[in-house]
Every structure is written in structure tokens, then in C-alpha cells.
């Protein structure tokens, strides 16, 4: 049986788009690392997001992206935070709150069964629109 390595990701961008109170759309993308020398699926990325020091959402994306052998791959996936989280992350940015925090988990599928890679990052978002 073969060794695997850790894959690891770090994230190249945050953006929130429009904010009010049906929502908050926004996007995260990760440069992701695969070091073994076969394809490994990504399969699901769980993430929470903090704005100003506070809890602002969660969520969970299933995915189905194979990352090839040996390469560095950009994955974009989208950020969907639901009218009752969008109120308080609207009220953050209107107070003018930039300072994010992102934590996901990464789900790998391999052949000895699932692997996990954790991201913490922080940073501070762009100019964001009100509804």
C-alpha cells in the first residue's frame, strides 16, 4: 500500500457580493496542493466565516473535483449566507466592519478512506454593496 501525503490548500480570496436581507452571496478561492503522485477527490468543503470578531455563517459545499497528480489547482466555490445570517452580517459591514475570518475543512477522498485538511485564514473584504 501506497503512503499519501497531506494535501494542503490556502486561500487566495474572500468576496462578498451584494448584502440585504434576503442574503449574502460571496466566494472563496483556494489554491489547492495535491503532492501525491495520483489524483485525490475533493469532495466537500464546510466552512464559517467571521466578520468583525463575530460569527457570521456557515455552510457546506459538496463537491466532486478530482485535484491531479503533483499540481496546484484553483478551486472557487461559492459562499451563500441565508437571510437569517445575512441581517447580522449586513449590520457588521454597515458598521464598517472589514476584518474577516474564514475556517473550512477540506474532504479529500482517498483510497484508505476520507482525509480532512483544515484553513484558518484572515483578511479584510473589499468594498461590499448594500441592497
Known sequence: ????????????????????LTGVRGELQLD?????????PLQRIEWELAIGGQRAATGTVE???????????PVATSLAIDARDAIAVA????GGARDYEIKAR?????P???LD????????LGAVAAR
Open 32 to 40: 489547492v496542493t495535491n503532492p501525491n503522485p495520483f489524483g485525490v
Open 117 to 124: 485538511v483544515a484553513i484558518d485564514h484572515g483578511g479584510s
Open 91 to 94: 449590520s457588521r459591514l454597515a
Open 63 to 73: 463537491l466532486s473535483q478530482t485535484i491531479p497528480a503533483k499540481a496546484v489547482v
Open 1 to 20: 500500500m501506497r503512503s499519501i501525503e497531506r494535501p494542503t490548500a490556502q486561500v487566495r480570496d474572500v468576496s462578498l457580493g451584494n448584502a440585504g
Open 106 to 110: 477540506l474532504r479529500f477522498g482517498t
Open 112 to 114: 484508505v478512506g476520507p
